[in-house]
C-alpha cells in the first residue's frame, strides 16, 4: 500500500496542549491532528457527557414531528413506524416502536421486503397502513426522496414523519415533518447522525413532554451504539457520545436481543470493532436472507428465553450469507477475469441469480482484489438492482448522478449506494459509468492507501501512552484507531503463519535494542518468507491489547509491511 503521512501540525499548538493537559508531544500531536486544541475540547473529547448533546428542537421540522405524534396520541390514532431493512433502519423501527409503545399502545411496525419491495418507502407498505386505518406513519432511515410515495399517502389521508440522513434530492416530500440534518435550510449543528441516531433525537424531544431526561432514554443506546457502528458514519461529535454510552449499555445491561446475540461470545468488553464484525452482520443477515422482520422482533423482544430462539434463527440465516458471500465473489472474479475486465477503472458485474441481499458484501470483497469503484448487479423482478462501494476519496454517488440518464433510480453516500435500472439499459449505463470514472478518478485514487498518523519508536510505547491513546475510544470514520509507522524493526525468529489456509502472520518484533512486541499481520501470510534473517522492515500497525485467560499484553496489529531494497 501506498503510506500518507498526516502532516504534522504547528509546533506551538502542540506544545500548547502537551502543557495544558500534561500529557506526552505524541499524544498531543494525535490530538491537535483530530482538531482538539484547548482544553476545553479535549474535555469534550475524552471525557464526552450526555449532557453535551444537542437540543433536539434545533432541528428543523422537530416541532411539528412531535406536534403530530402528540395529537395521534389524543386522538387514539394507530401509528406504523416504518424503515429500511438494514441494521440502522431496523435499530431505528425497534428504538421508536419501543419508546413509543412504552407510553401508547396503538403502535405497529413495517419492514420493507428486500425483493418485493425494494428499497425506502413502498407503495405496498402505504396500502398495508391504508388497509390497517393507520393516519400516520413515522419513517426512519429512508423517505428524504420519497415525493410521490408521501403523495400517495396523502391522498389516502395518511400523514408521513420522515426521519432520514440520506442526502436530499432538488424537493423535499410533502410529509408534515421532514427530520434530516443535511436539509440546506437546517441549522442543526451536527449533520452526521445516522438513521437510528435522528430517530433518538425524536424520541428524546418526545420525553421532554414527558419530563423525562436524556438519562431516562440512556437504555436505548446500545441500539443507536449499533447502527452508528454498522452505518460507518463519523465517530464524532454527538455520534461519539452516543456510541460511547451506548456501549456501556451493551457491556452492562443490553436489551434481551443483543444479549442473546452476545452471549456465545467470549469477551469480557466489547468494542465498537465487535459491533461491526459481530453484531452488525447478524443484525444485517435477517433482512439480507430472510426478511428485517426477523431483525426488528429479536431487538423489541423482552423475554430472554425468545429472544435466545430468535437470535438462533438469525445466526442460521447468517451462516447462509457467509456461504453465498463466498461462492457469489468467485463468481465475480472468474466473470472479471473472463470478460478481460482486469485493467478497468471500475468493475460492473452481474448474474441474474446472485443474492441480492448479499451483492453489497460482495462489491467490497472485490475491491480487496481490484482496487477501484465497484458495482454488484442482480436481477430484481422486471429490473436489475446493484450495490455500489468506492474507493477511499472517490464519490460513487456523484458518478452515479452523471449517469443517472440511464437509470431507474438510485441513493446513497460517498462511499455506498444503491440503484436500479432496467436491463435494456444496462450495457450503456456500464460503459457511461466506466467513461464517468475514467474522467474523473485520480491514480492516486487507485491505488490502496493507508494513512499514517505518525512514526514511533518502540521506546515512545510506555504504560502511560497505552493508558492515553485508549481513551480515543471509540474510534471509527474521522477517530479512526491511530496507525504507527515503525521503521528498522527485525522478527525474532518467532515468525509464523496461522490460519486454516496460512492466511495470517504471527510474529514478534524488537527494534534495536528496545524491548519487543508480540504482533499479528491478517492476511499477510504470503510475506513470511521475506521476514528471515532478522531482515529489518518498516511496519505500520495500530496498538491493542490482547486478553487471553484473563491476561492482558499488548500487541501490534500489522497493517502493512515496507521491505527494504
Known amino acids: 500500500m501506498r503510506w500518507n503521512y498526516n502532516p504534522k501540525p504547528p509546533q506551538e499548538k502542540i506544545s500548547s496542549l502537551t502543557k495544558a493537559l500534561k500529557i506526552p508531544p505524541l499524544i498531543a500531536q494525535l490530538l491537535v491532528a483530530r482538531g482538539i486544541e484547548t482544553f476545553e475540547e479535549?474535555?469534550?473529547f475524552f471525557r464526552p457527557a450526555l449532557a453535551d448533546l444537542h437540543d433536539p428542537y434545533l432541528m428543523k421540522d422537530m416541532d411539528k414531528a412531535v406536534n403530530r405524534i402528540e395529537k395521534s396520541i389524543a386522538n387514539g390514532e394507530n401509528i406504523m413506524v416504518f424503515g429500511d431493512y438494514d441494521v440502522d433502519g431496523t435499530t431505528a423501527v425497534s428504538l421508536m416502536a419501543s419508546y413509543l409503545k412504552s407510553i401508547y399502545p396503538n403502535v405497529t411496525t413495517y419492514i420493507p421486503d428486500r425483493y418485493t419491495e425494494g428499497y425506502g418507502i413502498s407503495f405496498k407498505g402505504i396500502d398495508y397502513a391504508d388497509d390497517n386505518a393507520i393516519s400516520l406513519i413515522i419513517a426512519l432511515d429512508c423517505g428524504i426522496k420519497?415525493?410521490?410515495h408521501v403523495t400517495y399517502a396523502r391522498e389516502r389521508n395518511i400523514d408521513f414523519v420522515i426521519c432520514d440522513h440520506h442526502r436530499p434530492g432538488e424537493s423535499l416530500p410533502d410529509a408534515v415533518a421532514v427530520l434530516d440534518p443535511k436539509r440546506i435550510d437546517c441549522t442543526y449543528p451536527y449533520d452526521e447522525l445516522c438513521g437510528c441516531g435522528i430517530g433518538f433525537k425524536l424520541i428524546q424531544a418526545l420525553g421532554m413532554n414527558r419530563n423525562q431526561t436524556?438519562?431516562?432514554l440512556k437504555p436505548y443506546l446500545d441500539l443507536v451504539a449499533t447502527a452508528i457502528a454498522a452505518d460507518i458514519v463519523p465517530m464524532t461529535g454527538e455520534?461519539?457520545?452516543l456510541a460511547k454510552f451506548g456501549l456501556e449499555v451493551i457491556n452492562s445491561n443490553p436489551r434481551p436481543g443483543i444479549k442473546a446475540l452476545i452471549g456465545p461470545i467470549q469477551k469480557a468488553v466489547l468494542t465498537i470493532t465487535d459491533v461491526v464484525f459481530i453484531l452488525a452482520p447478524r443484525i444485517n443477515a435477517a433482512g439480507r436472507i430472510k426478511h428485517g422482520n426477523h431483525a426488528v422482533e429479536l431487538l423489541?423482544?423482552?423475554d430472554i428465553d425468545q429472544a435466545k430462539a430468535f437470535a438462533a434463527e438469525i445466526e442460521k440465516f447468517n451462516a447462509n450469507r457467509k456461504e453465498l458471500d463466498k461462492q457469489m465473489t468467485a463468481e465475480a472474479l472468474q466473470q472479471i477475469a473472463e470478460n478481460d475486465e482486469v485493467n478497468r477503472y471500475s468493475t460492473v458485474v452481474f448474474q441474474e441469480d446472485w443474492h441480492k441481499g448479499v451483492i453489497g458484501i460482495v462489491a467490497s470483497r472485490l475491491i480487496e482484489t481490484y482496487y477501484r469503484p465497484t458495482l454488484v448487479f442482480t436481477k430484481s423482478g422486471d429490473k436489475m438492482a446493484a450495490s455500489a462501494r468506492s474507493v477511499l476519496g472517490f464519490d460513487v454517488y456523484n458518478a452515479l448522478e452523471a449517469c443517472s440518464e440511464h437509470l431507474e433510480q438510485f441513493g446513497g453516500?460517498?462511499?455506498?449506494?444503491g440503484m436500479t435500472l432496467l436491463p435494456e439499459n444496462y450495457e450503456k449505463f456500464k460503459e457511461a459509468f466506466e467513461k464517468q470514472v475514467e474522467k474523473t478518478i485520480t491514480q492516486v485514487q487507485l491505488e490502496p492507501q493507508l494513512n499514517i498518523d505518525l512514526q514511533l519508536n518502540f521506546e515512545d510505547i510506555d504504560t502511560k501512552f497505552v493508558r492515553l491513546l485508549k481513551e480515543f475510544e471509540p474510534f471509527g470514520p474521522?477517530?479512526?484507531?491511530?496507525?504507527?509507522?515503525?521503521?528498522?524493526?527485525f522478527d525474532t525468529g518467532?515468525?509464523?503463519?496461522?490460519?486454516?489456509?496460512?492466511e495470517h502472520l504471527k510474529l514478534f518484533l524488537k527494534q534495536h535494542h528496545s524491548e519487543g512486541f508480540a504482533a499479528i499481520g491478517f492476511n499477510l501470510g504470503d510475506q513470511l518468507p521475506l521476514l528471515t534473517n532478522r531482515k529489518l522492515v518498516d511496519v505500520a500497525f495500530n496498538l491493542s491489547e490482547n486478553v487471553w485467560r484473563d491476561q492482558v499484553s499488548l500487541q501490534l496489529i500489522i497493517k502493512d509491511i515496507h521491505f527494504k531494497d
Open 239 to 241: 455520534n461519539r457520545i
Open 300 to 302: 423489541s423482544e423482552f
Open 478 to 489: 474521522q477517530n479512526m484507531s491511530p496507525v504507527f509507522v515503525a521503521k528498522d524493526v
Open 413 to 417: 453516500h460517498m462511499y455506498a449506494a
Open 146 to 148: 420519497s415525493i410521490d
Open 42 to 44: 479535549a474535555r469534550l
Open 214 to 216: 436524556v438519562e431516562d
Open 494 to 502: 518467532y515468525a509464523k503463519t496461522m490460519g486454516t489456509k496460512d
